[in-house]
């Protein structure tokens, strides 16, 4: 059964930082393009940033500069570092994974920015 769990979101004040985890499990994680994506409430479900299986990384101009996505295939693990909070960076994050067909997501993290 695959699984991706995301972690780490929660509350913070404007210009404060957060790492959040999604760690898979059921897939060979290696092989797997890895995303995070954001949903606010009444907004489509938007591309945050993407890594690669070679490693090579994409993101929002909206987060160009403040967040960086990582990977630790050792650990089945894809990180988000997001630095320089605004409140427009409020919602729902979720992890994904593609390979080929297969195409996985996590339940989500909530993450809130506000003072």
């Known amino acids: 059964q695959v699984q991706l769990v995301e972690s780490g979101g929660g509350l913070v004040q404007p210009g404060g930082s957060l790492r959040l985890s999604c760690t898979a499990s059921g897939i060979r994680f290696s092989l797997y393009d890895m995303g995070w994506y954001r949903q606010a409430p009444g907004n489509k479900r938007e591309l945050v940033a993407s890594?690669?299986?070679?490693?090579?990384?994409n993101s929002a101009d909206s987060v160009k500069g403040r967040f960086t996505i990582s990977r630790d295939n050792a650990k089945n693990t894809v990180y988000l570092q997001m630095n320089s909070l605004k409140p427009e960076d409020t919602a729902v994050y979720l992890c994904?994974?593609?390979?080929?067909?297969?195409?996985?997501w996590g339940q989500g993290t909530q993450v809130t920015v506000s003072s």
């Open positions: 890594i690669s299986v070679g490693g090579r990384t």
């Open positions: 994904n994974a593609k390979f080929f067909a297969n195409d996985y």
